[in-house]
């Protein structure tokens, strides 16, 4: 799981939460699926290292995930 914290709870906390909740009413919580699995792809990309500090535009993160995600695909 990818510590992402949002204010003094984490998102794997807020998550694991929200997927119990879910299952317990019957929902298959699939955003709550997909939202792990972007986070965890985005980690293993190298996004922490790139951007230690906050990046100037939204665009930069793009652009390196584009360029990462081409890399891992046999991309150049």
Known sequence: MVPVRIGFIGFGEVASVFSKAMRGIGVDPLMTS?????F???FSLGL???FPEK???FEEVVNFMEKQLGR???EE
């Open 34 to 38: 997909a939202t792990k699995a972007f």
């Open 40 to 42: 965890k792809r985005s």
């Open 48 to 50: 922490k290292g790139a």
């Open 55 to 57: 990046p100037g535009s």
């Open 72 to 74: 891992n695909l046999g």
